[in-house]
């Protein structure tokens, strides 16, 4: 199983970006997608996480600039990001909980993509 992140990029304060994150390989399903991310020095820490039926939680410092949402047919989650600010720079992860065709549930990492807010 594999998670590719893309969308990741430079972009000026108060501009948008929208991450994606697609798993592939042997998926029988996936539960709950996250993105989470993390800067040098500090713990990664959760952005947002989406159920399979489409809950949604998001860390508070992202509520109402972010969203997360998912395409189930497509194994695909994203992160659109409105409003960005310097902090919000980082190195961003996304996660899967996926059960793959042996029906074994494990939690799966993508590479992570930076994404740098800077005028």
């Known amino acids: 199983v594999q998670l590719q992140a893309s969308g990741g990029g430079s972009v000026q304060p108060g501009g948008s970006l929208r991450l994606s994150c697609a798993a592939s390989?042997?998926?029988?399903?996936?539960?709950?997608m996250g993105w989470y991310r993390q800067t040098p020095g500090k713990q990664r820490d959760l952005v947002a996480r989406?159920?399979?039926?489409?809950?949604?939680n998001y860390a508070d410092s992202v509520k109402g600039r972010f969203t997360i949402s998912r395409d189930n047919a497509k194994n695909t989650a994203y992160l659109q990001m409105n409003s960005l600010k310097p902090e919000d720079t980082a190195v961003y992860y996304c996660s899967a909980d996926i059960v793959n065709r042996m029906l074994m549930i494990g939690q799966e990492w993508g590479r992570g993509t930076l994404v740098t807010v800077s005028s």
């Open positions: 390989g042997s998926i029988f399903s996936i539960n709950d």
């Open positions: 989406i159920t399979r039926a489409g809950s949604t």
